[in-house]
C-alpha cells in the first residue's frame, strides 16, 4: 500500500531537495513516482494499491477520473523496463530514475466507488441462481454467466411458445446503450444482460469568479437493474437483485401468450404504448425508483453535491452575485432518459397480467391499502 498524495505542493519539493519552488515540479515528481510505482508487478496472488488524487493519476496516465474511482493497471513485464525504454527524467535541479523493475501498464477498468459491492452481488447471485433452478432467469440462463443468449432463451421454448419476436422484443426493453453514448451492438450473437448499473457521472467547474475551485458533479443512476448497494449480508443482496430484475421474469411469462403477443408491433402497442391508470402509475414509479432507477444506489450511491455546498440554489443560479454557466444540480428528465422496463411495468398493470400488489410486492415495495386500491380501480380506471 502507497500513499501518493498532494498535501502541499511544498512539501514534495522539500522531501526531494527540488530547489526551483514551482507547483509544476511536485506535479511532474508525482506523476513519474506514480508510473515508477504502477509499473511494478505485486506478488503472486497479491496487489498493489495506491491511494492519490484524481490529478496524479490524471497526470501519471492521461486517464481523468472522479472522486472514489479506482484504476486497474497491469504492469507488461513482456514490454522493456521503463528504466530501459526511459531511464530518467530531469526535474529542475534533481533527476528521477525510473526503476528496473517498473514496466509499462495496461489499463485494466476504470471502476466507480460502487463498483466492487455490484461485483460482489453478482457474485453472489450467480451462486445463488446455480442453488435455486426455481427462478425463471436461473432456469434460462443455464452457464449462469448473467446473459441470456438468443440460443438460451429459444431451447427454453421447447414448445415453441414465445413468437419469433419475443427475444428481440426483450431486448429493445433491457438493453439501451445508445442512452450512453455508446452504439448498439452489432454482435451476431446477442444477449440480454442480466444485472445492468447505467448512471451519469459527469458536471462542470466554475472558471469565471473561482478560478475552477468550485465543481458542480452531476451524478445521477439512470437504469440499475444489480440492486440497491449498501446491504450488510449476502441474502440482503441478493434479495435487492431480484427486486431490481422484477420485470424482467414477468416480461418472459407473459409473452408465452403467442396469440395475445404475435409480433413486435403488437408487443410496442401493449407493452409499452398502452393506457395507464395515472394513480397507480405513480405508485408504481415512486415503487421503480427505490427498486432500480433513479433512487435505487440506496446509502452506499455517492451522489455528489455541488462543492458551494448550495449556494448556488441558494443564490438563484449565482456565485459570488455572477450568474452561473449552468445549473448547479441536475436530474435526468424523460425527455433524456425514459425506462422502457418502467413503461412495460405499467402496461403489466393496466392490462391485468399483474396486480397492483404482484407488483408492489416483486419490486419489494409496500403495495397500497385494499380500499384505496378498490377506489382507484373503480374511480380512475
Same mark, same amino acid.
Given at each position: 500500500l502507497e500513499l501518493l498524495y498532494m498535501g502541499g505542493y511544498l512539501e514534495v519539493l522539500a522531501l526531494n531537495n527540488i530547489t526551483e519552488i514551482i507547483k509544476l515540479n511536485a506535479l511532474k515528481w508525482q506523476a513519474y513516482n506514480i508510473r515508477n510505482f504502477a509499473g511494478k508487478k505485486p506478488a503472486p496472488g497479491k496487489n498493489n494499491i495506491m491511494v492519490t488524487h484524481g490529478f496524479n493519476i490524471k497526470l501519471g496516465f492521461g486517464t481523468a477520473v472522479d472522486e472514489g474511482y479506482c484504476m486497474v493497471l497491469r504492469p507488461e513485464d513482456s514490454e522493456p523496463s521503463l528504466a530501459d525504454s526511459i531511464g530518467s527524467v530531469t526535474v529542475a535541479n534533481q533527476v528521477f530514475e525510473f526503476d528496473n523493475d517498473a514496466f509499462p501498464v495496461n489499463a485494466i477498468a476504470r471502476m466507480s466507488p460502487e463498483s466492487a459491492l455490484l461485483m460482489q452481488t453478482c457474485d453472489e447471485v450467480r451462486s445463488d441462481a446455480i442453488d435455486d433452478q426455481n427462478d425463471v432467469l436461473a432456469a434460462i440462463d443455464t452457464d449462469h454467466d448473467m446473459k441470456i443468449t438468443k440460443e438460451e432463451f429459444t431451447a427454453a421454448d421447447e414448445k415453441s411458445i414465445y413468437s419469433r419476436d419475443a427475444f428481440d422484443f426483450i431486448s429493445s426493453v433491457f438493453i439501451q446503450p445508445e442512452i450512453l453514448g455508446k452504439p448498439k451492438s452489432?454482435?451476431?450473437?446477442?444477449?440480454?444482460?442480466? !444485472? /445492468?448499473?447505467?448512471?451519469?457521472?459527469?458536471?462542470?467547474? +466554475?472558471? @469565471?469568479?473561482? !478560478?475552477?475551485?468550485?465543481s458542480y458533479p452531476w451524478r445521477a443512476i439512470l437504469e440499475n437493474t444489480i440492486g440497491s448497494i449498501g446491504h450488510s449480508t449476502s441474502e440482503q443482496r441478493v434479495a435487492a437483485f431480484k427486486h431490481a430484475?422484477?420485470?424482467?421474469?414477468?416480461?418472459?411469462?407473459? =409473452?408465452? *401468450?403467442?396469440?395475445?403477443?404475435?409480433?413486435?408491433?403488437?408487443?410496442?402497442?401493449?407493452?409499452?404504448?398502452? *393506457?395507464?391508470?395515472?394513480?397507480?402509475?405513480?405508485?408504481?414509479?415512486?415503487?421503480? *425508483? #427505490?427498486?432500480? #432507477?433513479? +433512487?435505487?444506489?440506496?446509502?452506499? &450511491?455517492?451522489? @455528489? !453535491? $455541488?462543492?458551494?455546498?448550495?449556494?448556488?440554489? #441558494?443564490?438563484?443560479?449565482?456565485?459570488?452575485?455572477?450568474?452561473?454557466?449552468? $445549473?448547479?444540480?441536475?436530474?435526468?428528465?424523460? *425527455?433524456?432518459?425514459?425506462?422502457?422496463?418502467? %413503461?412495460?411495468?405499467?402496461?403489466?398493470?393496466? /392490462?391485468?397480467? #399483474?396486480?397492483?400488489?404482484?407488483?408492489?410486492?416483486? @419490486?419489494?415495495?409496500?403495495?397500497?391499502?385494499? %380500499? &384505496?386500491? %378498490? &377506489? =382507484?380501480?373503480?374511480?380512475?380506471?
Amino acid at each position: 500500500l502507497e500513499l501518493l498524495y498532494m498535501g502541499g505542493y511544498l512539501e514534495v519539493l522539500a522531501l526531494n531537495n527540488i530547489t526551483e519552488i514551482i507547483k509544476l515540479n511536485a506535479l511532474k515528481w508525482q506523476a513519474y513516482n506514480i508510473r515508477n510505482f504502477a509499473g511494478k508487478k505485486p506478488a503472486p496472488g497479491k496487489n498493489n494499491i495506491m491511494v492519490t488524487h484524481g490529478f496524479n493519476i490524471k497526470l501519471g496516465f492521461g486517464t481523468a477520473v472522479d472522486e472514489g474511482y479506482c484504476m486497474v493497471l497491469r504492469p507488461e513485464d513482456s514490454e522493456p523496463s521503463l528504466a530501459d525504454s526511459i531511464g530518467s527524467v530531469t526535474v529542475a535541479n534533481q533527476v528521477f530514475e525510473f526503476d528496473n523493475d517498473a514496466f509499462p501498464v495496461n489499463a485494466i477498468a476504470r471502476m466507480s466507488p460502487e463498483s466492487a459491492l455490484l461485483m460482489q452481488t453478482c457474485d453472489e447471485v450467480r451462486s445463488d441462481a446455480i442453488d435455486d433452478q426455481n427462478d425463471v432467469l436461473a432456469a434460462i440462463d443455464t452457464d449462469h454467466d448473467m446473459k441470456i443468449t438468443k440460443e438460451e432463451f429459444t431451447a427454453a421454448d421447447e414448445k415453441s411458445i414465445y413468437s419469433r419476436d419475443a427475444f428481440d422484443f426483450i431486448s429493445s426493453v433491457f438493453i439501451q446503450p445508445e442512452i450512453l453514448g455508446k452504439p448498439k451492438s452489432n454482435d451476431k450473437l446477442p444477449s440480454i444482460e442480466i !444485472g /445492468q448499473f447505467f448512471h451519469i457521472n459527469w458536471g462542470w467547474r +466554475e472558471y @469565471l469568479t473561482t !478560478g475552477g475551485d468550485i465543481s458542480y458533479p452531476w451524478r445521477a443512476i439512470l437504469e440499475n437493474t444489480i440492486g440497491s448497494i449498501g446491504h450488510s449480508t449476502s441474502e440482503q443482496r441478493v434479495a435487492a437483485f431480484k427486486h431490481a430484475n422484477a420485470i424482467l421474469p414477468n416480461l418472459i411469462t407473459v =409473452l408465452k *401468450d403467442k396469440a395475445k403477443y404475435p409480433t413486435m408491433a403488437e408487443m410496442e402497442e401493449k407493452l409499452i404504448n398502452c *393506457d395507464t391508470n395515472a394513480m397507480e402509475v405513480q405508485h408504481i414509479n415512486n415503487c421503480s *425508483d #427505490l427498486a432500480f #432507477l433513479a +433512487e435505487s444506489g440506496g446509502s452506499s &450511491y455517492i451522489p @455528489l !453535491g $455541488p462543492g458551494d455546498n448550495g449556494a448556488g440554489v #441558494l443564490g438563484d443560479g449565482t456565485i459570488f452575485g455572477t450568474p452561473l454557466a449552468y $445549473p448547479s444540480i441536475w436530474k435526468s428528465s424523460t *425527455d433524456f432518459y425514459e425506462s422502457r422496463s418502467l %413503461k412495460v411495468a405499467n402496461c403489466l398493470v393496466a /392490462q391485468g397480467s #399483474l396486480s397492483l400488489f404482484d407488483i408492489s410486492n416483486s @419490486l419489494g415495495c409496500d403495495a397500497p391499502p385494499t %380500499k &384505496y386500491y %378498490k &377506489y =382507484l380501480r373503480k374511480n380512475l380506471a
